[in-house]
Structures are given as C-alpha cells and as structure tokens.
C-alpha cells in the first residue's frame, strides 16, 4: 500500500497548481464558439464576459498551454452524417436539434457547419437558445414550450413557436399584432408523450380556434414519440395513425399545414413510416453526432464525431500488491507499468468505466485499471513500455477493433449515448476539426 511521503505533498501542490492554470471555463463564451457567430450571421449574446471569465480567456491566449483533456469534433463527420440522414428520408426535410448547446458539443460551430447544407433549420428547447441561433442563415424554432413573458421577444426575434395551448396561442398572435408582424407557429400535439402540448382529444377544436386568430401563420403541426427506439412496440403506430386521424379531421375544414412532423432518431431508424407522407419534415440530434438510442435499430450508416483525448501525467512501475486510487479496487498482481492519465469523471469519463473499460494509447487498448477519480484515472501500460508524461490519449474514439464510440460507454454505463455526450465537463475544450 502506497503512503504519504514529502515526494505525494509535492505532487498534491502540483496538481493543485494546474487547478490554477486550468480553471473550469464557461463554455459559452470560448473564443472558438464566438468566433463563429458572424458566420452564421448572429448575434452576439448580450451578456459581457465576466472578469473571471476573461482572465480564462487572458490566461488561455497567453499562456500558449496545452489543454489537459479536449474534445475533438470532426465537422465534416457531422456533415456527412447530416446527408446520411437527409438522404434517408429525402423528400422529407430535416430540422437539426441544437438543443443544450448541441448536446454540448458547441451550438455555434454546429449551427456553423449545418448552416451550409440544406436543412430545413435548427430547433432548440428554450429562448436563450432560441436567441443564440435567431437572425442566422436557417430559420430557428423552439420545440417544446413557451411562456408568457417569453413570447413577445421570441416573436419580435422571429422565432418560430410552439403552440400548446389556445391561451398560448392567444398572447403569441397578441404579441405579433403589437409589433406588426406575422408569427410562425407549429401546434405541439401530446399524443402520448406526456409531457407538453395540446392532449390529442382537444386538438382538432384549439387547432380550429387558434387557426381564426390574427396575425399568426399555422405552418406547422408535430409530435413526439416516448418509445420510437423500439420497434416491436405498437405504441409509436398508434401515435401516428392518431396524428393523422387529427390532420384528416381538421382537414375537412380545409386545414392544411406546410410542415408535419413527428420523427426524431429513434423513429427515423426504427419507424420508416415517420418518415414519409404525409409527413414533410424529420427532428434528428443524435443521429448528428453519430449516436443511436442503445436499443434500437441503427439503420442510419452514421458515425460518431468524437474524440476525448488527453494526456499522460505520469508513469510508473508499481510493485506486486499496490491498490490504485479510491477504495482500492484493484490490487496488482505482479509488477506493472502503470500510466496515470489526466482525465476523470469530471470531465465526462463514467466511473462506470472503473476496472472495465479502456483507453487507447498509440492505438494500443490499455485497460482501466482502479476507481476512476475526478480528474485522473489508471491505465496499465504494459502494451505500449514506451509511454511517457505528455504523450496523447484517446479515451474516446479512434479507430480500428478498438474504436471506442459514447454508445459503447453508454452500455458500460447502462445509459444512452445522450448522458455521455451531454456530459463533458466546462474544462474539456472543444475543438472542432476537419472543416
Ligand atoms: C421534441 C423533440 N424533437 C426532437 C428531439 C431530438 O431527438 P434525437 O436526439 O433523439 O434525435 C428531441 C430530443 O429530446 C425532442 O425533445
């Protein structure tokens, strides 16, 4: 068992001094992220960086200092990813979700590089993101609920908005007659989410009265599916064909609507019927990053666009019968070569990861050995003798057998691909490659 000693207080005071270089960072406000704002010609956000932020920034630019852990996204995977996609379901349009800051990844890049294809826009959860997005290349829509003090910034942002209910409706063709303007609206219809939106049994009367309102554009009308990752499940079926009970119904009153949509990913690949007519327009986020739901089909040829790497802190030969890290759950064997690499749970590895998974270093798989810890973990090296502090790491990515891809953590974990992706911490940059 290993012990305190002045050499483990010396190296407590390093590590503690690359807190103070590496500060947790707004992701918000990276430069790589503004610097891509007049290129999808938005606005800038209006809040001033803070001082703390932008001694980060200082920090960052001066100090010409390697990142300890960053994310690579390839760009032109998640182009190629997008006309996989668009292919597929071709004539049907396809609105990519941007929501959360592209799952994290960085919503201005991704608006960046989606902008110049041809997809119908991008739709997001809420109006700060909403705001990000609005004024750029591509029509930008909010997907799940609007409130009243959001609506006349939201109309006057020409955003498009969900209508989930007729008061909603009313305050939103309020707001665009007050400012002089039309306002794109889709009717969120709950037919068996539960969660938001008119309940299907109301629908065909709120869609009558919202229709009489002024000043609004009824262009659109969609839904969403809870279990569209499984196709034996008769539930998404039932979904559809009451979606489309309701479009005939109001039908009969000449109501038709330019956009009709209800496919996400998981129906995508599993529901080929989502993506048709009647339907003119698909929603698809994780498809876009090259993810699938763990237990659905993957129909769609997509890859993942990640990369986590990081780098090695130090490496040694440790003596038959040292524990490693919290717990002490694992206990070597025999001498070993040991690799302590710096990245941890807070920058996105799952502890789940602990004595299972495994990283790549010159290709080479170097398994996870003891508890993964904030910010460093434990990887036997034997494989690859050579390593050395400083060399690169990819935990997550690659190629090859040993590829590891956010699905793969995602079963070590007993997740989806969505709670790896959403979760790499604020101190792991995010670089965007292959443009
Ligand atoms: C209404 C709506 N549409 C589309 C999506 C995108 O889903 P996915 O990432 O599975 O394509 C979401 C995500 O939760 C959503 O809430």
Redesign the pocket.
Known sequence: MLTSSPGMVQLACQTLRSYRIFPEQDLLTHAGENANLSSIGARPRQARPSRMEANMKDIEMKSNLKRRVWVEINVSRLRANYAKIAAAVKPLKVLC?L?ANAYGLGVMPYAAALAETDCAGF?VAEPFEALQLAGGKKPVQI??SILPDEIEPMVAAGVTLPVIDLPTAKLISTAARKLGCTATVHFKLDTGMGRLGILAADAPRVIRAVKRLPNLDCAGIFS?CPMAYDPANEFSNDQIDLFCAILKDVARDGIRFKTIHIA???AINNFPRAAKRPFTMV?????LHGSF?PNGRRALNVVSVLTLKTRVAQVRDLPAGTTLGYGRTWCLAKRTRVATISAGYADGLPLALTNRGHVLIDGVPCPVIGRISMDYTTVDVSRVPHVKPGDEVVCLGGRGKYAITPDDWAALKGTHA?DIICSFGNRVERVYCGR
Not at 283 to 287: D, S, V, Y
């Open positions: 979700v929501k739709g997907l799940s969403h996400a990913s998981d929603r698809t986020g994780i498809n739901d969505y």
